[in-house]
């Protein structure tokens, strides 16, 4: 007992919040999570024996709970992967007792304000039983080094099981759900989210394979020697091709960005189908279909924006290309990077606006009119939310990963997704979107020319290197 309540301070400390960029997020969702609930404070969930969620309370609702339930996981998982933390299994089971009281504890915080607006509270807690093991998986935290291998099928159907209870009408299913319907989905929650926390086995971690990283060279040429396809896929334009710091072939390859967002627009397209057809129990018309996936251009932008300023975290390799490579001073090396960051920020904006705008025009959102003159706009506002984890630079304290974590999210979920919205939408784009789009441009320019020499001055790596 002694040892759980000294694992427990730690979620209630400082400690909790460094290097965890999910609790920062979810802070900020917990704040527009509690605005929706404090507007429909007055009325009931519950009309007869059918409750329905409000479409954007049960959205932030969603994630926020998620997001809570990833940074509580981040927490355990640090704690019980520490190559120290092998050689005292006492420690191990002490963060996992702790792990299962705070969500226990997050889990009630998240069901009373439901619970007091009408909703089951049986069905509420069955409900974030679902939203547990999509939350707590053991891939999402410490150093790649130290998790076990991805497990590709659970983590698609996290991510499918994720997406589809974002929407409000399958949450109002289970909320509107019998109660031995509930009780069963919360069993099976439940089990399945315990399982994932179950504590590594007592053995020191595994280290990466030296023969497999030799190894990965030669599949690559001889996968870009038999299939032409993927050398089209992954062939990127010469600007990009001897960049100052690896980068993800998505986020540099033109072929690969169209790829990824053609394959996210029809899964969302199978799972607004799926939906309506269990919920209506009739195979979809293509209006109802296009009805659904209205919020699909929005998301191609966000997505491209989440990955435009990720390079800024990935820093351990900077000291080794600058000592290494041929890319000049600390300074120069530094204008190399915001160079490239510029030229993929351009790439990624112009294609991603392309493929949403195109897809608002095939769903009827807009016409091709509207895309021609809203395009540039939204350009420039991606452009903007490119440069504005940068400001983080500017300040030694201030440039840690988990702060440019959350710029990135923030600027890319509210930011992105809201003008994204208002450019690619039905209604009027009103003047200040304009401005904001236009402000964009001269604040780009001002982060690009001040940050290289900030970044220079600082101390590579900003922050001690994963153990």
Known sequence: MRDTLRALRLYVSPVLSRENPALLCGGMYVLLLGAQMIGHHHGSLRHGDHVTMPRDMGIWWWLTQQMIFNALAHQYWRQVRSPLAAFYPRLVMAEHRAALVALAVAVSAFALPLALLGAPLLNVVALEAIALPLSLRSDIATPKALRGRIRWVPTVLSLGASLVFLLPSMQDRVLSAPWYAALILLATGLTLGVFELRPPSGQAPPEPAAPARRAEPDISRAARQSSPVLRILLWQPPWLRVAPVPQAFDQTSPGMTVMTSVVMSGVFMVIVAVTIMLSKGHLPSWKEIASGIDSVPRLLCMMAGFGFSQWLTLRRDWPFLLTLGPFGDRAAFARRMYRVHFLRAVQGSVLSVLLAGSIACGIGL??????????????????????????????????????????????????????????????????????????????????????????????????????
């Open 366 to 467: 807009i016409s091709l009119h509207r895309l021609v003159l809203a395009a540039p706009g939204l350009i420039c506002v991606m452009m903007g939310v490119a440069y504005v984890p940068s400001l983080a630079v500017f300040h030694a304290r201030l440039a840690r990963p988990a702060l440019i974590q959350f710029l990135v999210t923030m600027s890319a979920a509210f930011g992105i997704q809201i003008l994204a919205e208002i450019f690619l939408g039905r209604h009027p784009v009103p003047l200040w979107a304009w401005g904001v789009a236009a402000a964009a441009v001269p604040f780009s320019a001002l982060v690009a020319w001040r940050a290289p020499g900030a970044l220079a001055r600082a101390d590579w790596p900003l922050e001690p290197p994963p153990l």
